[in-house]
């Protein structure tokens, strides 16, 4: 669970969400409400995510 390859692929996620959201349009639905900005709070998100992962298991 707490693999480090695991928390880089997550923030490679999300890096890439941030940086080439575009990409990431092309497979998104149409139906999909305000797709770019979901995409790039998704992103945000992952890196977050990742980080208190990081974070959190440096304080056990």
Do not use: C, H
């Amino acid at each position: 669970m707490n693999d480090p390859t695991d928390l880089n692929a997550s923030n490679g996620a999300g890096i890439a969400y941030l940086a080439m959201p575009e990409n990431v349009l092309l497979i998104t639905p149409a139906w999909v409400p305000f797709a770019r900005e979901l995409i790039i709070a998704n992103g945000v998100i992952e890196i977050a995510a990742s980080l208190a992962l990081v974070i959190r298991t440096r304080l056990r």
